[in-house]
């Protein structure tokens, strides 16, 4: 069975610009949630998505933004780079509420 | 608000021996998850192990065991016979019944001597 696969592995974009990011889940999960993860902040909580509804949002601005789609694909764009959303942003997908969530090897983003 | 504390920047244990990571965790609520993630140099985090809140009992999951302390907001992991490919980071987690979101500590980096 394929685990959460996350498209591109690295990325370098510039100060402005927007960037879309991919994740797909295991086959027959239909939560997908992101993370960002930095050296200074941590871990935080982007949103979640299940069934193409987003049901839970983190401390982000408006600039991120996310969407799934019914094969529960999901894609997260961040407009408006900024040197501090260089960061590596991971996905993870889970089959309901009691069970763990399985993470994707996460994209590196490098803004400059 | 919950919140996940990890006290220990960096452990490191002699390969073979047993170390235990500490995590403390602050919550108003009484039914949640607990949870030990591992992150290689790949970058990909791996479940550990897993405690719900409602269990008294311990969860084990082979060489790796948690001591839940419920009143006292505490979970800490215990890796016995360490061994190379333990070397990590390693985070504790929190997730509220109900929510999929997961609270994150800042991570301990485990060190394995050989």
């Known amino acids: 069975k394929a685990g959460v696969t996350q498209t591109p592995r690295y990325l370098i974009k510039t100060r402005g610009q927007q960037v879309t990011l991919s994740c797909s889940p295991i086959s027959g999960h239909r939560s997908v949630s992101w993370y960002q993860q930095t050296p200074g902040q941590g871990l935080q909580f982007l949103f979640e998505?299940?069934?193409?509804?987003?049901?839970n949002k983190g401390n982000f601005p408006g600039r991120f933004s996310g969407r799934q789609f019914s094969n529960s694909r999901s894609e997260m764009n961040v407009s408006t780079l900024e040197l501090g959303d260089s960061a590596l942003y991971l996905c993870?997908?889970?089959?309901?509420?009691?069970?763990?969530?399985?993470f994707g090897q996460g994209t590196r983003l490098t803004v400059v | 608000a919950q919140t996940v504390t990890q006290s220990q920047p960096e452990m490191s244990v002699q390969e073979a021996e047993t170390v235990t990571l500490s995590c403390t965790y602050d919550t108003s609520e009484s039914d949640y998850y607990l949870f030990w993630y591992k992150q290689p140099p790949s970058r990909q985090m791996i479940l550990v192990i897993r405690?719900?809140?409602?269990k008294q009992q311990n969860a084990t999951e082979n060489r790796f065991s948690v001591n839940f302390q419920k009143a006292a907001k505490s979970f800490s992991l215990k890796i016995s016979d360490s061994q190379l490919g333990d070397a990590a980071m390693y985070f504790c987690?929190?997730?509220?019944?109900?929510?999929?979101?997961?609270?994150w500590g800042a991570g301990t980096k485990l060190i394995i001597k050989p």
């Open positions: 993870a997908s889970s089959t309901g509420l009691n069970t763990e969530a399985f």
């Open positions: 998505y299940f069934s193409e509804t987003q049901r």
């Open positions: 987690a929190y997730r509220s019944r109900g929510n999929y979101q997961l609270i």
């Open positions: 405690q719900e809140a409602y």
